[in-house]
């Protein structure tokens, strides 16, 4: 069974500093990987989507890596800011199923 | 253009009891999915439907639970006999092709029942 794990699980940084945020998975085969934000009371919106074949992507100040042999992603965000203050989560595709990891909570303090 | 929408957004409900939880898709979207997100983890898959075929269900966690997409476009979980391990947000997605492995999927807002 896919296992997919984030460090850290909670993160508080002042406005302006760079966010480092983690992913880890375990089995290496997989279709792609995905970067969500989750806002209390609200859906999933996807950030980035990173095929198996691609070892990044970029959207704005997120920029997403993945490595996929030695399973492991990483998602910065660059310059942040208060209203970047959510969940990020980060899911992993087997085919059609979305493995998700637990998630880490970003406060940017204003 | 509208995305995918969950009613009721809140749900309580007295353990034993049955409820039924509604996901309207993007219009013209093919897959749907359900997960279930407990309080402080990522969701975990239910189940999928392919137009009105349910192609996969092995992640619901009991016979107690049943999906449903008669026509191919609404669907509704129905969880009967609630207890409290079902306390939970029950989210919704959809991708407007049959899944290949490269389309993001687009969640609602998701549900919160809470089993009393």
């Known amino acids: 069974k896919q296992e997919v794990t984030q460090i850290p699980a909670a993160l508080s940084v002042p406005e302006g500093e760079n966010l480092v945020l983690n992913c880890s998975f375990t089995?290496?085969?997989?279709?792609?990987l995905q970067w969500f934000r989750q806002d209390p009371g609200k859906g999933l919106t996807s950030l980035l989507l990173?095929?198996?074949?691609?070892r990044e992507q970029t959207s704005g100040r997120l920029n997403a890596s993945l490595d996929k042999s030695s399973g492991r992603s990483t998602l910065y965000i660059a310059a942040s800011q208060p209203g970047d203050s959510a969940t990020y989560l980060c899911?992993?595709?087997?085919?059609?199923?979305?493995?998700f990891g637990a998630g880490t909570t970003v406060t940017v303090r204003a | 253009g509208a995305g995918v929408s969950q009613s009721p957004r809140y749900k309580v409900a007295k353990r034993g009891q049955d409820v039924a939880l509604r996901c309207d898709p993007i219009?013209?979207?093919?897959?749907l999915f359900w997960y279930q997100q407990a309080l402080g983890q990522g969701p975990e898959f239910l189940t999928y439907?392919?137009?009105?075929?349910?192609?996969?269900k092995s992640g619901l966690p009991s016979d107690r639970f049943f999906a449903e997409r008669p026509e191919g476009s609404v669907s509704t979980l129905k969880i009967q006999r609630t207890q409290q391990e079902d306390s939970a947000v029950y989210l919704c997605?959809?991708?407007?092709?049959?899944?290949?492995?490269?389309?993001?999927?687009?969640f609602g807002p998701g549900t919160r029942l809470t089993v009393l």
């Open positions: 997605a959809s991708s407007p092709q049959p899944i290949q492995g490269a389309d993001t999927q687009y």
């Open positions: 089995d290496s085969a997989i279709y792609n």
């Open positions: 990173i095929q198996s074949s691609q």
């Open positions: 899911a992993v595709t087997n085919l059609y199923k979305l493995s």
């Open positions: 219009s013209g979207h093919v897959s």
């Open positions: 439907f392919q137009n009105e075929a349910q192609l996969d």
